[in-house]
Nanobody, 113 residues
């Protein structure tokens, strides 16, 4: 199973990006999914999660700016990121919340001030 995150890039502060995460198999069904991010030298941080039924939770630093969603039919999880800030700069990954799968390469998000 591979988790392929995409959609990252370089954006100015205040801008938006939409990340996508596709899986090679039907591995989302019944699992809470999440987006994580990691900055070099720091631990990976869970920033947003979505339950199998669509209930979402967010870390305080992204509340009101990020929106996580899922399309189980397409085995895809999304992260809409608005009003981006330089501190959002990181490599973003998706994975389950529990029963973690092998981490993919992630997608780099860089926010310039």
């Amino acid at each position: 199973v591979q988790l392929q995150a995409s959609g990252g890039g370089l954006v100015q502060a205040g801008g938006s990006l939409r990340l996508s995460c596709a899986a090679s198999g039907r591995i989302f069904s019944g699992y809470a999914m999440a987006w994580y991010r990691q900055v070099p030298g720091k631990q990976r941080e869970l920033v947003a999660r979505v339950s199998p039924l669509g209930t979402t939770t967010y870390v305080d630093s992204v509340k009101g700016r990020f929106t996580i969603s899922r399309d189980s039919a397409k085995n895809t999880v999304y992260l809409q990121m608005n009003n981006l800030k330089p501190e959002d700069t990181a490599v973003y990954y998706c994975n389950r919340v529990s029963g973690l799968l092998t981490w993919g390469q992630g997608t780099q998000v860089t926010v310039s001030s």
